[in-house]
C-alpha cells in the first residue's frame, strides 16, 4: 500500500530536490518527507544520494513513476494523492478505457465488498474519469493512464519483491496479489509455492528438468492445487511438450473438467485449455492443432505409468 504522503512527495520529485525543497513545497515538516523518501526509496520509486550534508531526491526509472508525474502534471485540478486510495487503485488495476466491467465483476477480481466497489465508481464517475453504460464502466480516454500508472505500479510492487527475496526472477504471470516467477534460486519462503514440471513430482510425475524453477507467490494460498499446476505449465511454456504432460497430470489427478475450466478463466487462458479438454473427454475423438494424436498420447502415458 502506497501512503498519501508517499504520493504527495513523488508528485513533485520531477527532478532532483532536497528534504528542505521538499518540505517547503509540500508545507510538511521536513522529518514527514524524511520519512516519504525513505518509503519510497524502499520502494525504489526514488533514488536518494547525499550530497555533503543533503540528501537529495530524483524520480526513479520505474514506469509508474513516469506515468504518474504525467497525470499529475497534466491534470493539475485533480489531487491525485487523495483519490487513489488502496481500494481505488485496485479497481483501476482492472478498469480502463478499452475494457468494461460490472460493478459485480470488479467486486469478484478485487475481492472488495461490493459497497466498496461502487463507492469507488461513484468517485469516478462523478469526477467525469468514469463513464456507465448499461451497467458496465470503463475509464474516458482522457484518463487511461490511470489504469497504466495502477497496473504498472503493482508491476513494479512485484518486480521489487521478488529482488528482494530472490535476488533475481523473470514475472511469467501476474495478477494483482499473485505471481509466477521464473528463477534459479531455490525458494524456500512461506508465500512462494513451487510450480512448473519439478511440482509434478508430487503426483507421481517425475520428469527431466533444467535449472529453471518456477514459484507462484501468494499470500493467501496454503498449497496448489493439480488444476494450478495444469495451468501454471502452459503458462510457462504453450508448447506440445508441455500439453501432453499438463494432459498426463490431468489423467493422473483425475482433474475435473469444470474446476479446470473455472481455474483456466481466472488466469486468462481459456482459449488454450478448452481444445485440451475436449481432447480428453473425447478419448482423442475430439483433437485439434494442439493436441497430440491419441495413439501417441497412450503410448506417453504406458512411458509413465498412467492408466487412461
Not at 465508481?121 to 469526477?127: F, I, K
Not at 483456466?264 to 494442439?290: H, N, Q, W
Request: glycine share 4%; net charge negative; proline share 4%.
Amino acid at each position: 500500500m502506497i501512503r498519501k504522503r508517499d504520493l504527495r512527495v513523488l508528485s513533485v520529485v520531477d527532478s532532483p530536490k532536497g528534504r528542505q525543497e521538499l518540505a517547503d513545497e509540500l508545507n510538511y515538516r521536513e522529518d514527514t518527507v524524511s520519512g516519504a523518501l525513505s518509503d519510497l526509496a524502499r520502494r525504489d520509486l526514488i533514488d536518494k544520494e547525499r550530497k555533503g550534508n543533503r540528501v537529495i531526491a530524483k524520480p526513479g526509472d520505474a514506469r509508474c513513476v513516469e506515468v504518474y508525474q504525467s497525470l499529475t502534471r497534466s491534470n493539475p485540478h485533480i489531487d491525485f494523492p487523495d483519490l487513489l486510495t488502496p481500494s481505488l487503485l485496485n479497481i483501476l488495476y482492472y478498469l480502463s478505457s478499452d475494457e468494461a466491467w460490472t460493478a459485480t465483476e470488479l467486486t469478484e477480481h478485487t475481492g472488495h465488498a461490493r459497497a466498496t466497489i461502487y463507492r469507488g465508481l461513484r468517485t469516478l464517475t462523478n469526477r467525469a474519469i468514469a463513464v456507465k453504460q448499461h451497467s458496465r464502466y470503463r475509464l474516458t480516454e482522457e484518463f487511461n493512464e490511470l489504469h497504466v500508472f495502477a497496473y504498472e505500479l503493482q508491476h513494479h510492487t512485484h518486480r521489487v519483491r521478488i529482488k528482494q527475496d530472490l535476488e533475481g526472477g523473470t514475472i511469467v504471470w501476474e495478477s494483482h496479489e499473485e505471481f509466477l516467477v521464473r528463477t534459479e534460486t531455490a525458494i524456500e519462503l512461506p508465500d512462494y509455492h513451487r510450480t512448473g514440471l519439478d511440482a509434478f513430482a508430487e503426483h507421481g510425475l517425475q520428469f527431466f528438468t533444467t535449472s529453471e524453477q518456477y514459484y507462484f507467490y501468494s499470500p493467501e494460498r496454503e498449497s496448489l492445487t493439480p488444476e494450478d499446476l495444469f495451468c501454471h505449465l502452459l503458462l510457462i511454456e504453450n508448447d506440445s511438450r508441455h500439453r501432453k504432460y499438463a494432459l498426463l497430470l490431468a489423467v493422473k489427478t483425475d482433474l475435473s473438467p469444470e474446476r479446470l475450466q473455472t481455474v483456466a478463466d481466472d488466469y486468462g487462458i481459456t482459449e488454450i485449455v478448452e481444445p485440451l479438454l475436449e481432447f480428453l473427454e473425447t478419448d482423442g475423438k475430439k483433437s485439434s492443432e494442439a493436441t497430440p494424436r491419441w495413439e501417441e498420447f497412450e503410448t506417453l502415458a504406458d512411458e509413465y505409468g498412467v492408466e487412461l
